[in-house]
């Protein structure tokens, strides 16, 4: 595997429901992040994790909740999610290192539908 | 102010034709200006970035513009080809204790036809 890879692909969840997406990097950066894609909308950012330490948090419900176990693996645990809900969401990874940026790698993205 | 607005929201091009995408942004702290290119079920890849102190930079048939003093900037592609028809998001990020936080435009739909 190379790159960033997310599964599943495509998840349909009802309300009540408890999933997770799972999302790993194969590039050795020291940074990942969550991001929704809606139609129409500017990709929003969602959580940054710096090395393994949850650095933003932007204003995100607490129906989402990430995890990082690792600098190589990223979680969005998904609990009593609303319509609205319905995105693709993307990870992404970058290689940080003394205030210089790089690019980000991104993930194909999982389609969640809530129900 | 960390808003990155991006015009058109589609674009239909002839092959062969020059396909311009704008972006205007408020933030004057931005360091960093990347173009991604999105194609249908796949994650957006960088395609090309520049920095505010350069006014041009060119990566074969894709040129970035970047107008400091207005806060704007655009992308190029000059022989537009059918290949190229993806969604385009403009970005702008700033370092930030390690690590990029990046704002993104709306995004812009190229289809190029035969």
């Known amino acids: 595997e190379t790159g960033v890879t997310q599964t599943p692909r495509h998840l349909v969840m009802g309300m009540t429901n408890k999933k997770s997406l799972k999302c790993e990097q194969h590039?050795?950066?020291?940074?990942m992040y969550w991001y929704k894609q809606s139609a129409k909308k500017p990709l929003e950012l969602m959580f940054v994790?710096?090395?393994?330490?949850?650095?933003e948090n932007n204003s995100v419900p607490s129906r989402f909740s990430p995890e990082c176990p690792n600098s190589s693996h990223l979680f969005l645990h998904l609990h009593t999610l609303q319509p609205e809900d319905s995105a693709l969401y993307l990870c992404?990874?970058?290689?940080?290192?003394?205030?210089?940026?790089?690019?980000?790698?991104f993930g194909p993205g999982t389609r969640l539908t809530v129900t | 102010q960390q808003q990155v607005k991006q015009s058109p929201q589609s674009l239909i091009v002839q092959k062969g034709g020059i396909s311009i995408i704008n972006c205007a942004y408020e933030?004057?702290?931005?360091?960093?200006f990347p173009w991604y290119q999105q194609f249908p079920g796949k994650g957006p890849a960088l395609l090309i970035a520049?920095?505010?102190?350069?006014s041009e930079k060119k990566e074969g048939r894709f040129t970035i513009s970047f107008n400091k003093s207005a806060k704007q900037f655009s992308l190029h592609i000059m022989d537009s080809q059918p290949g190229d028809s993806a969604t385009y998001f403009c970005?702008?990020?700033?370092?930030?204790?390690?690590?990029?936080?990046?704002?993104f435009g709306t995004g812009t739909k190229l289809q190029v036809i035969p």
């Open positions: 992404a990874s970058s290689q940080d290192s003394g205030g210089s940026s790089y690019e980000q790698y």
């Open positions: 590039l050795g950066h020291n940074a």
């Open positions: 994790y710096s090395l393994e330490e949850r650095v």
């Open positions: 933030n004057t702290a931005f360091d960093y």
């Open positions: 520049i920095r505010p102190d350069v």
């Open positions: 970005a702008a990020s700033l370092t930030s204790g390690g690590y990029q936080k990046v704002t």
